[in-house]
């Protein structure tokens, strides 16, 4: 969720959904993009560090801004996942920084990208330091045509395997979490993508009757719909 308070023009805070161990605060003001990390940071949780960050990425930010500051608790093996995951999601064009991190920790970052991610104690003055430096140049007009593009694409995807998240609920009785694993498992076994086998079974229902949808016929309908 994305506030705006009236008292900071341009300014957005929102909480990225990081799973329940690790809280990942934004504050975006105009010139530098903020993610503050809270509770444990371990490197089990890569696959949401990285699309936390990738999603960050996505608002192309002058600066950005890693805050570890409060961390609750971070293990080796956590630190060494936050490091990967900047050195190859953040582009080498945008000033990064850490803050609050291991001095060995900071040097690794530091050696392994020393262009873009400069490492400090604390927050004032890795905040100090960024704003010194030059803001990331603007994306090329080819870049930004293919980023929306691709988002169109994912909002498609999305709409469809909603709307047959909907249709097995009603069908079987399931909530959205045992809908969308019914989904997965016929995904799996056919082998097509969900969201191809989302769309399949979205248009195959279209306009059937909803006394034809039993779930046997549904099951039938999936069995052959997840075939490629």
Do not use: C
Not at 34 to 50: M, P, S
Not at 135 to 144: I, K, N, V, Y
Not at 148 to 162: F, Q, T
């Amino acid at each position: 969720m994305r506030t705006r308070p009236d008292s900071v023009p341009g300014r957005f805070r929102w909480l990225a959904d990081s799973g329940p161990a690790l809280r990942v605060e934004f504050d975006f003001v105009p010139g530098l993009l903020t993610a503050t990390l809270r509770g444990n940071l371990d490197g089990r949780l890569e696959r949401q560090l990285r699309r936390v960050v990738r999603d960050a990425v996505g608002w192309w930010p002058d600066r950005m801004l890693v805050d570890a500051t409060v961390l609750a608790a971070a293990n080796e093996q956590g630190l060494a996942t936050m490091a990967q995951v900047l050195t190859e999601v953040v582009p080498d064009s945008m000033p990064t920084a850490v803050a609050g991190l291991e001095p060995d920790v900071l040097e690794e970052l530091t050696t392994r990208r020393p262009l873009t991610v400069r490492a400090f104690p604390t927050r004032p003055m890795a905040v100090a330091e960024l704003l010194s430096l030059p803001a990331t140049a603007p994306p090329s007009p080819d870049l930004l045509i293919e980023e929306v593009r691709h988002l169109r694409r994912a909002l498609a995807s999305r709409a469809d395997i909603d709307q047959a998240k909907g249709i097995l609920m009603i069908v079987y009785g399931l909530n959205p979490d045992a809908a969308f694993a019914l989904l997965t498992w016929h995904s799996r076994n056919g082998g097509l993508a969900v969201r191809d086998l989302a769309r399949r079974l979205v248009s195959a229902v279209h306009g059937v009757p909803a006394t034809h949808l039993t779930p046997q016929h549904v099951d039938h309908l999936l069995a052959a719909l997840s075939r490629p």
